[in-house]
């Protein structure tokens, strides 16, 4: 019995059938469409120091909007996954999910390109698939196997994908601000062969995400003054999910207008929830960096469905109706399913297909998870140091170790 509530519970947060949606969730902005291309209507976004994109539509063609549906319906269903195979004592440790967010991961890879680096914190599974690593690798990561993306050695709060510039994965609050902060200088570096102190542009930029949990953080007001400074293309993703572990925002922070918090960086506040206002709040900002105006801010509105993480049941601050609430009006997946119809791309039963191929694609992951082996004892050893680095930046940007193609004096 007890078994049977928890898998009922696990896939009650798995996006509900469009029958079911109600009279206020049925309601969309409007689309137009011309052949495989298309514009969809976006809410007001909110702007501080800044204009903020000056039209409420956002381009996308049929094959953006097919491939971001599919991919926000794996990582609903990988994170329920993961869900269950951690009450089953397959996942052991901590384990954070993101089911509810996915809006926010696939709006900016819709206005980013794998040339921008996103770091962020231990709630990383779906960054890592959004940044191109299988649901095979991730969850076999979960249960620390070697197959899995850091082969066994980071678990649910390190993964990495270096090769798509995804700098994890941190577990500790607050903490990849900063780093996102040097992925910034690294690029405006690397693009104008040392760092102008002012304004000078870059070819790509970094995202640096946490939550508003981790908003107040000494650290992460450091980095936004250095950033400043600097002038450093870096955007602080704020993922504003409603609570800090188990605390509102509104017990826990003065200003809840995360957006305007770092005075004097610009901001702005986007629906979460919808990957198109993210998209084109994504473009907005990376814009502004790349053309060396400094970092940037983006508050993400959005809500996550489980507890902090799998040892927070979620409905001790919290009522199960607020969370069916938001499901019922709010929910990414079904906002973009809607869209998807209206705009004429899919219709429902094609729709239904990609759910159950994705279902086919996530049950052979948690095999292959299960059935992965473990890693080889001797494997804590390796990947520690770098081996025979081709370069080591000197301090006067000049003498160090090696060459490369982009510093001073090569």
């Not at 060396?292 to 199960?320: A, K, W």
Request: contains cysteine; hydrophobic residues 35%.
């Amino acid at each position: 019995a007890k078994r049977r509530n928890m898998l009922r519970r696990s896939l009650s947060l798995l996006p509900r059938p469009l029958a079911t949606r109600t009279a206020a969730a049925a309601r969309s902005m409007g689309v137009k469409v011309d052949g495989d291309k298309a514009e969809v209507e976006i809410g007001p976004i909110q702007a501080y120091k800044t204009e903020g994109p000056t039209s409420t539509w956002v381009s996308t063609t049929k094959d953006e909007v097919l491939k971001s549906l599919y991919d926000m319906i794996v990582m609903r269903r990988m994170e329920i996954a993961a869900d269950l195979m951690y009450k089953s004592q397959l996942i052991k440790g901590f384990c954070h999910l993101y089911d509810g967010q996915e809006a926010v991961a696939i709006g900016m890879e819709m206005g980013c390109t794998m040339n921008d680096a996103i770091v962020t914190s231990y709630r990383d599974h779906c960054l890592q698939y959004s940044r191109g690593d299988t649901v095979k690798r991730i969850l076999a990561e979960l249960t620390g196997k070697s197959g899995g993306c850091t082969e066994g050695k980071g678990g649910s709060m390190h993964m990495y994908r270096s090769e798509t510039n995804f700098y994890g994965g941190n577990g500790i609050v607050g903490a990849q601000v900063p780093l996102g902060a040097g992925l910034a200088f690294a690029a405006k570096y690397k693009t104008n062969n040392g760092l102008p102190r002012g304004q000078a542009s870059s070819d790509s930029v970094a995202f640096a995400m946490y939550g508003d949990g981790a908003a107040n953080q000494g650290q992460v007001f450091e980095a936004a003054n250095m950033a400043y400074l600097w002038k450093l293309p870096v955007i602080l993703v704020i993922e504003n999910n409603q609570y800090g572990m188990g605390t509102s925002t509104l017990r826990a922070s003065s200003n809840i207008d995360f957006y305007t918090k770092y005075d004097p960086l610009p901001g702005l506040k986007v629906d979460g929830m919808d990957c198109f206002s993210v998209k084109a709040a994504t473009e907005f900002a990376r814009k502004h960096c790349m053309d060396g105006h400094g970092p940037f801010v983006l508050e993400m509105n959005t809500y996550r469905y489980h507890g902090h993480s799998m040892s927070d049941p979620g409905l001790t601050y919290r009522s199960r109706d607020e969370v069916s609430g938001i499901r019922k009006e709010r929910d990414p997946i079904d906002k973009l399913k809607r869209i998807t119809m209206e705009l004429g791309f899919m219709d429902e039963a094609g729709i239904k297909k990609m759910e159950k191929e994705v279902r086919g694609l996530v049950d052979e992951a948690v095999e292959f998870a299960k059935t992965s082996p473990d890693p080889e004892l001797m494997e804590m050893y390796t990947k520690v140091l770098v081996d025979n680095p081709s370069y080591i930046r000197g301090t006067d940007g000049i003498y160090g170790h090696g060459k490369c193609s982009w510093a001073p004096g090569a």
